[in-house]
């Protein structure tokens, strides 16, 4: 019995380290596991690095856009703000155009009561020599130095500004010349300016004598000029300051020639003609001189 009991106790023994080193590799493998399992949770949280850089890639494109977006509005809110600024010029232009007019017509008919002085014959002949020259050329005391293009004043006889049609002309009733010259005049005024043209050529060919002649012929060329007839204002213009350099209406005559000038992209010869009044009548009105800037500036004299 005791031997029994002895080799029970010692196979007991023997049995409890096999257990323990069993149990070891159980261990073992449940690290094993744990450590596995835990790689795969690591892999599988690494994408979401790069998600992040996506959705920031998207929002740098997206930035991209909206600033180039931005870029074309400024580009388009420029492009608005000079029409706007060349609009406002012409507004402002158009405004002192009609304020200069309105002076002149309030004060023209005190002017032209007085009598006109004749230029002499020398400074008709230096008229009449127009062969031109260089825009920086400095015109002194005539007109004959400056560059009038024969292509842009073609059309009729310089010194006939007062062809027109007769039909029209016997149509119109017998007048005086107080009469007639207030119907031309009024005329003006109302802006009916083909009507205006028509009395105040017969004005010039009924009364050539009259204290008011050179002011007809400025007004005949205005009124040519309001009708876009520019290559026959300026003929007309011509003509009426060659024939009339010191009257009352000279300077304005000077001033309306280098318009009209303008108005047939002749830069170079309405930029001298511009200078010429300033030139020719330092006394000028300030609202004539004024004119004259505004008009330089316009075709950057």
Known sequence: MNIRIAAATALFLALIPAQSFSASPMTNFGSLYQATQG???GEESRPAAPVILAQAGDMSFRVGQLEEQIRALNGRIEELSFQLLEMQEQMRRMQEDNEYR????EGGGRR???APARQDDTDVAAMDSVTGSSDQDRVEGTLGELTFDQDTLQGGELDSPTNTDQTQTAALPETGSEQLWNA???NILSGDYALAEQDFQRFIQDYPDS???SDAYFWLGES?????QYNVAARTLLTAHKQFPQSAKAPEMLLKLGMSLAALDNRDTACATYREVLLRYPKASDALKKKVAIEQGAMSC
């Open 112 to 114: 032209g009561d007085a």
């Open 184 to 186: 031309a005049y009024g």
């Open 224 to 228: 040519q000029y309001a009708q876009g």
């Open 211 to 213: 204290p008011k002649i």
């Open 39 to 41: 790689g795969v949770s």
């Open 102 to 105: 309105f002076q002149e017509l």
